[in-house]
C-alpha cells in the first residue's frame, strides 16, 4: 500500500489541495509543519491525532516543523462562538518553551520547533497590511466557515485577521524552511487555503495541505473533552493510568478507528487484534491494545506498565500490591474524604457520605458489598484506623465491583 492509500486507509485525510499532493504524500520527503497555539504549558490529548499524524509523516521520511504560536496565541484562533480569553505574553512565551520540550520528547527530537512570534514581533502594523493584507480579499475572508459563523454574533478586528497570520506564517516557513506542505485539522481548513493562495499570489508558488477529520466519542463529542477536564499529556499533570483509562473505555464502535488514527500497527495487525476482539468483545483486547500502544508511544514501556498494574490491582482488588505513588495515580479524580481515625466502617461510611444511612451501610456490609484496602469486610464493628491503612494514611473503600472512594486521616 503506498503511503497516500495508507493516510487514507486510516481515516486521516478530509480536505487536500494541491493537484499533485497524492504524488508529494508518496514521494514522502517533503517539509511540512503543523501548528499549536501555547494556550497552556502542556498539550492535552485533543492535540494527539495531530502529533501521531505528525509522527507517522516523520517516520515515512516527510521533515516535520512545528510551530509553536507564540504571536498568534496572544491573539486566539476564532471560536465558534466567543472570543478566546487573551493571555498575557510572559504566560504565552512560558507556554512555548514547554511545549518545544514536550514535542521534542514525543517526537524523538526529529522535529524543528520554530514560534511566529519570532518572526512577527518586528513588523509593524503598516508593513503588514501593505505587503500581507494587499493580496487577499475581504470577501474571500467572509466566506470561509471559521469568520462566517461569528459574523451574527460579532467577531472583533484581532480575531478577523488571525486568519491572515497564519497564512504569513505558511508563507514564511515556504521561504524560510522549505515548508510546501500544512497540515492541521480539519477546523483549520480556512486558514490553511489563505496561506496557499499568499503563496500563489505573492511567489508565484505551488503549496499543498490536507486535513484530518475531527475524532469524535461514539457521543458525536470532541475527542478529549470530558466536562471541561483536559486529559494533559504531561505525565506529571495527567498520570499514564488516567490516559490508558480513557483509551481502554472507548467503545467498540470507535475504538477500530482509533486503532487507525492513533497507534503505528500495521494493517495486517489491526485487523489480526480486530479479529481477536470480535471473537470474544469481553475480553477488550482491542480497547487494552490501544490502550498500551498510545502510553508507550506518550510515556514509554514502563509507564504504560506501570498503568496496567494499576489497572489490574484496581480489577482484583489488590490494593496493597500498589506504592504509595501508585496508589495516588489510581485515586486520582476519585471521591476522597478526611475523617478522624477509629471510628467503625458503619460510621465512616456514613459521615463520608459513602451510604446514606447506618441501615444501608449495615446491609452493603452484611452482603459483602464493602472492602477495604482490597479485603471485604463483614464486621459492622470493625475500626478504620491506622493500623488497618495503607502508608499508615490512606484507606481505600470500594463499593460494590466498581466505585472507589479514598478516605484519608486528619492530621492530629
Given amino acids: 500500500m503506498k503511503f497516500y492509500d495508507e493516510l487514507k486507509w486510516r481515516g486521516l485525510i478530509k480536505d487536500e489541495a494541491g493537484e499533485d499532493i497524492e504524488k508529494v504524500i508518496n514521494e514522502c520527503n517533503s517539509t511540512f509543519y503543523w501548528g499549536t497555539d501555547p494556550t497552556a504549558d502542556s498539550l492535552h490529548i485533543g492535540h494527539y491525532s495531530s502529533l501521531v499524524t505528525a509522527k507517522r509523516l516523520a517516520k515515512a521520511g516527510f521533515k516535520p516543523v512545528l510551530l509553536v504560536g507564540g504571536a498568534t496565541g496572544m491573539i486566539g484562533d476564532p471560536r465558534p462562538t466567543a472570543e478566546r480569553e487573551i493571555i498575557s505574553k510572559e504566560v504565552v512565551l512560558s507556554n512555548v ?18 514560534n511566529n512570534y519570532d518572526w512577527t514581533k518586528d513588523i509593524s502594523i503598516l508593513d503588514f497590511l501593505r505587503d500581507t493584507g494587499k493580496y487577499i480579499n475581504v470577501n474571500y475572508m467572509l466566506a470561509k466557515d471559521i469568520i462566517n459563523r461569528r459574523l451574527e454574533t460579532g467577531i472583533t478586528f484581532a480575531e478577523f485577521t488571525y486568519t491572515l497570520l497564519q497564512g504569513y506564517d505558511f508563507m514564511h516557513l515556504y521561504e524560510t524552511e522549505g515548508v510546501t506542505m500544512q497540515v492541521a485539522g480539519s477546523d483549520q481548513w480556512g486558514n490553511i487555503t489563505t496561506g496557499i493562495e499568499l503563496i500563489n499570489k505573492k511567489l508565484g508558488k505551488t503549496a499543498y495541505a490536507f486535513t484530518m477529520p475531527l475524532i469524535l466519542d461514539s457521543n458525536g463529542k470532541k475527542f478529549g473533552k470530558s466536562e471541561g477536564n483536559a486529559l494533559w499529556l504531561d505525565k506529571n499533570k495527567t498520570s499514564s493510568y488516567q490516559i490508558y483509562q480513557y483509551f481502554i473505555n472507548s467503545s467498540d464502535e470507535k475504538v477500530e478507528e482509533y486503532l487507525k488514527v492513533f497507534t503505528f500497527l500495521s ?26 500502544e498510545v502510553i508507550k508511544d506518550l510515556h514509554g514501556k514502563e509507564e504504560c506498565e506501570k498503568a496496567i498494574k494499576i489497572t489490574e490491582a484496581l480489577f482484583s482488588g489488590n ?21 478522624e481515625e477509629g471510628k467503625n466502617i458503619v460510621d465512616t461510611l456514613v459521615e463520608t457520605g459513602i451510604l446514606s444511612s447506618k441501615r444501608e451501610a449495615r446491609e452493603f456490609i452484611n452482603n459483602g458489598s464493602i472492602s477495604v484496602n482490597g479485603d471485604k469486610i463483614t464486621d459492622t464493628e470493625y475500626l478504620v484506623n491506622k493500623e488497618a491503612s495503607l502508608y499508615n494514611k490512606y484507606i481505600v473503600v470500594r463499593r460494590g465491583k466498581k466505585k472507589y472512594y479514598l478516605v484519608i486521616f486528619k492530621e492530629a
Fill in 267 to 292: 494493517k495486517e495487525e489491526i485487523e489480526d487484534v480486530m479479529k481477536k476482539h470480535n471473537a470474544e468483545p469481553h475480553l477488550r483486547i482491542a480497547q487494552k491494545t490501544l490502550a498500551s
Fill in 97 to 114: 518553551e514547554s511545549i518545544k520540550k514536550q514535542v521534542n520528547e514525543i517526537l524523538d527530537s526529529k522535529v524543528k520547533v520554530v
Fill in 319 to 339: 490494593i496493597k500490591e500498589l506504592s504509595e505513588d501508585e496508589l495516588k495515580d489510581a485515586m486520582t479524580g476519585v471521591d476522597t474524604y478526611e475523617i
